[in-house]
């Protein structure tokens, strides 16, 4: 079966963190014996008109021919207009890659806006199924204006199959969406293979216990309400750390918070982290702690426990569906206080959380053989519809 893959954003090279999880799920369908290529089509701000735009290009990516291209975000007060100039790029990339590596089966887009909407166009006019699959938080967010509700609706209605990445976000995605087509299936996100055989450090051996939160340093996330929390559950305690890998815009304000709460000695900011490194990183740290106020999913909560550790989690969206009761403790979002509450509780309970046990689980549910596995039952289905539909093959 030959699946080719338009998403929204892309990482740009093997250590890219933004879309990491559009390649992994890339990398596990190609495993799984598929022929998959990539049309990646880059959107960069007017901000960063110092830098040049990447031309466009082909290249091998572990046996996955990814095209890519970027344009600029150049019309950002007009209704449509930043999709009308990433449409055009698409469409471009996208004829190449036909020409060059044939008709795909099935066109799988990431996120509505923009590839999305762009590959309804697309398999219209190919006459090729499409299978859409929602990550943004946006929609429960509400920062989408009205024509990009409308675009987004575009796309749901000229897919074939509407995956969501979570149940929340497609029970808001079937309430909300002006549609007729309602239907949204949950399939996870792809965890690469490479979070799997970390075992826990031996208890006896470490001097603390470690929490890690790796996530952009944005409001949403929630790490002010995490060193609120760990404040409030370990402050001025020996034995005790909170590691926050990641960087972003309010970086500086969450170190000048940690010093307010007398965290200095306990809190350590390690910055951006490369995807390459997380397993490493993961097997230094004893719980995953995710503080967000609004998620789709949450990939590092499934990576965390393919690598054998427990998960303390808000109920912001996305962990619901993968943090069960033998994996961690999940509360409500912006509640230092019950985030406190379980950081105590599981620091005490960590033996009751077995390393493989956990790992075992979590490959059978978010692996790239079972995802692709999943996704390829969906293929099957809309290219047989698709075939009888039009009365071909």
Not at 52 to 73: C, F, H, M, N, Q
Not at 182 to 197: S, T
Not at 212 to 227: E, H, R, S
Not at 289 to 298: D, P, Q
Request: proline share 5%.
């Amino acid at each position: 079966m030959h699946i080719c893959l338009l998403p929204s954003w892309y990482p740009d090279d093997v250590k890219g963190v933004r879309g990491v999880f559009f390649r992994d799920q890339a990398l596990a369908l190609r495993v799984f014996g598929h022929k998959v290529g990539v049309v990646a089509v880059g959107m960069r701000s007017l901000k960063t008109l110092g830098r040049r735009l990447r031309k466009e290009s082909r290249g091998d990516d572990e046996g996955i021919p990814t095209y890519r291209a970027e344009v600029w975000a150049a019309l950002p007060r007009v209704p449509y207009g930043n999709y009308w100039l990433w449409r055009r790029v698409a469409r471009r990339l996208f004829a190449r890659y036909v020409r060059e590596q044939g008709r795909p089966d099935v066109i799988h887009a990431h996120a509505s806006i923009y590839a999305g909407a762009a590959a309804a166009e697309l398999g219209r006019e190919y006459g090729i199924p499409v299978v859409l699959t929602e990550h943004s938080t946006g929609f429960a967010r509400r920062i989408y204006r009205p024509w990009q509700w409308r675009l987004a609706a575009a796309a749901a209605e000229g897919a074939a199959r509407r995956i969501a990445v979570s149940p929340g976000l497609g029970e808001l995605l079937r309430r909300e969406l002006v549609t007729q087509r309602k239907e949204w299936i949950w399939v996870p996100n792809v965890v690469a293979e490479r979070f799997m055989g970390g075992t826990r450090r031996e208890r006896e051996r470490r001097s603390s216990v470690r929490f890690l939160n790796l996530a952009l340093m944005t409001p949403k996330k929630g790490q002010a309400d995490l060193l609120i929390a760990f404040a409030q559950a370990f402050g001025g305690q020996n034995g005790f750390e909170l590691w926050l890998g990641g960087d972003g815009p309010i970086r500086s304000q969450l170190e000048a918070r940690a010093r307010e709460l007398g965290l200095e000695g306990q809190v350590r900011f390690l910055g951006r982290v490369e995807p390459d490194v997380v397993p490493a990183l993961l097997g230094e740290v004893d719980v995953m702690v995710i503080a967000s106020h609004y998620e789709t999913f949450g990939v590092v909560a499934a990576e965390a426990l393919m690598a054998g550790r427990p998960v303390v989690a808000t109920r912001c969206g996305g962990p619901e569906c993968i943090v069960g009761e033998d994996d961690g403790l999940l509360v409500e979002p912006r509640a230092p206080d019950q985030l406190a509450q379980a950081l105590r509780r599981i620091s005490d309970r960590l033996d009751e959380y077995p390393a493989n046990a956990l790992a075992q689980r979590a490959r059978a549910r978010f692996g790239g053989a079972a995802v692709a596995k999943e996704l390829t039952a969906i293929y099957e289905d809309v290219i047989r519809e698709h075939a009888s539909e039009n009365g071909s093959r």
